[in-house]
């Protein structure tokens, strides 16, 4: 099997809102796929049902969710949450907050590696410096010895990307990795993510609002509207010939040194909706300049060649 996560028609309800429908994407083994969108279109909820961490609430279907080669909806809860432990890693939004700051570095990291792989903490230890030294540490002995609050936001971010490599897993997401830290050190720590892909083979799954990271870092992309994946397929397919306007406009709007004076900065009117998103048609008619009267009733599904888009003016 060449893939590492298949994910097949999902869909996401808080009750009676519907939050994402008709997902689906492939990440290949060895792969940086990433996920864009506006704040609010759905990226962390697919990434969360893929590795069952979906909220309490939230209710999903789906017809395929393959983990590594799994398809973990066969499987009961407690093997899902041993499964996903082992073979799934996430660094997710604000991971500021994600350590613990009154606790030593040595005594978080190691926890998720001795539960799941029913080592000592011994060697998970061993494991911690080594993987410390891998997300760039000069001294990884002395990093285990402090508290999270004496690290900066980069080194921060290297724990809990050390933190999610612990058990090996074959892939892992990466949810927003960089907003909270300035230009350098995002830099930095997307170089870092490109390196461990590099030599390890993980796939990883990107989330991000910032396009031109995502076109910088992934092979293949998908664009994510009101719940929905409106575009999908090479990240150099979409960016030299975007099908979607909503993928038209998102390229438009990337930050250039070209913007001339007094040009306005291109922008797209209105706000992704929080509800409707079960409502005919395309999602993204309120907002697009091409809305024709056939988009409030259905939405043509297209595919050439693997560059997937849904719109009705192909
Ligand atoms: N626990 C929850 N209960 C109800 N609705 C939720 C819950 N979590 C998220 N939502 C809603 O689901 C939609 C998708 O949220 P999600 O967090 O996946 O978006 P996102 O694209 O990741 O946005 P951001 O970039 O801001 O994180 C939003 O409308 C959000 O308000």
Request: hydrophobic fraction near 35%.
């Amino acid at each position: 099997m060449n893939e590492t996560v298949v994910l097949k028609n999902l869909h996401i309800k808080d009750g009676k809102n519907t939050l994402v429908s008709n997902t689906s994407l492939t990440i290949e083994k060895g792969d940086i796929y990433g996920l864009v969108g506006e704040s609010g279109s759905g990226k962390t909820l697919t990434a969360k049902a893929i590795i069952n961490l979906l909220p309490e609430g939230l209710k999903f279907t789906a017809d395929e969710i393959n983990v590594a080669g799994k398809n973990i909806l066969k499987a009961s809860q407690n093997e899902v949450t041993m499964y996903i432990g082992k073979n799934a890693g996430y660094i997710p939004q604000n991971t500021v907050f994600f350590l613990h700051p009154m606790i030593k570095i040595k005594n978080q990291i190691a926890d998720g590696y001795v539960h799941h792989m029913k080592r000592s903490k011994a060697e998970g230890l061993k494991i911690s410096l080594q993987l410390l030294d891998m997300v760039g540490f000069e001294n990884p002995e002395s990093i285990l010895n402090f508290y999270p609050w004496q690290l900066s936001g980069g080194m921060r971010q290297r724990v809990n990307i050390a933190m999610a490599l612990m058990n090996n897993p074959a892939f892992i997401i990466a949810d927003e990795p960089t907003t909270a830290l300035d230009s350098t050190v995002q830099k930095q720590v997307m170089e870092l993510f490109k390196k461990i892909n590099g030599d390890t083979g993980i796939s990883i799954l990107l989330i991000s609002h910032d396009l031109s990271l995502i076109k910088h870092y992934c092979l293949k992309i998908g664009v994510m509207y009101a719940g929905q994946i409106v575009e999908s397929g090479y990240s150099k397919d979409i960016f030299e010939n975007p099908k979607h306007p909503y993928t038209q406009l998102l390229i438009k709007m990337m930050p250039t040194m070209n913007i001339k004076k007094n040009e306005p900065i291109p922008e797209i009117k209105g706000f992704v909706p929080e509800k409707g998103r079960d409502s005919q048609g395309c999602l993204f008619k309120e907002r697009c300049p091409f809305a024709m009267d056939v988009c409030g009733i259905s939405v043509k599904e297209h595919n050439d060649s693997g560059h997937y888009y849904r719109c009705n003016l192909y």
